[in-house]
């Protein structure tokens, strides 16, 4: 049986899905044993693809936890979305860089022994949601190298 953190976490990770869906990406759940990823996600196209860590907090706090990977995990096409659930109101979500968590990522060592590693919500990357780091799911960058497979005749 799941526990109700592990509820909570589920229920951000789709919540986080809709989102990027409803902005128009292709959003993928990985399986929970994913490493690092909840979410896998791209643009309309395929040219762009990112990981996204999805860190939910049932109820408003100050700070989420990760993991102590979080202090060095940094990769252009790596996110986290961090989500605190507000009952029937729309929870509310911060879209922060893999390489802006990693450099704001605090040690807590606790009471009794163990270390927590903390995002605190004052840290935040954008003003707004932050959505904006993932681009335009509809853009066309005429940049990319454009993809011409050879295609060869198969006589049977």
Same mark, same amino acid.
């Given at each position: ?34 490493? %690092? ?23 408003? %706090? ?14 252009? =096409? ?8 507000? %009952? ?9 860089? =893999? =390489? ?18 903390? !995002? ?13 780091? !993932? %681009? ?9 190298? =454009? ?10």
């Amino acid at each position: 049986m799941a526990t109700k953190g592990q509820m909570t976490g589920m229920r951000g990770v789709y919540l986080v899905a809709a989102e990027l869906s409803k902005l128009g990406f292709i959003v993928s759940p990985t399986s929970r044993s994913a490493a %690092g990823a909840d979410l896998l996600v791209t643009d309309q196209k395929c040219r762009k693809a990112w990981s996204v860590q999805v860190k939910t907090n049932g109820k408003a %706090g100050s700070f989420w936890l990760v993991g102590a990977h979080a202090r060095t995990l940094s990769a252009d =096409s790596h996110a986290y979305v961090f989500v605190t659930l507000r %009952g029937d109101l729309r929870p509310e979500y911060i879209v922060s860089s =893999s =390489s802006h968590v990693a450099s704001k990522v605090i040690t807590n060592p606790s009471k009794t022994g163990s270390v927590w590693y903390e !995002f605190w919500r004052k840290e935040r990357q954008f003003e707004d949601e932050g959505w904006g780091l !993932f %681009g335009d799911p509809f853009a066309v960058n005429d940049e990319t190298t =454009s993809f011409d497979p050879v295609v060869e005749e198969i006589t049977i």
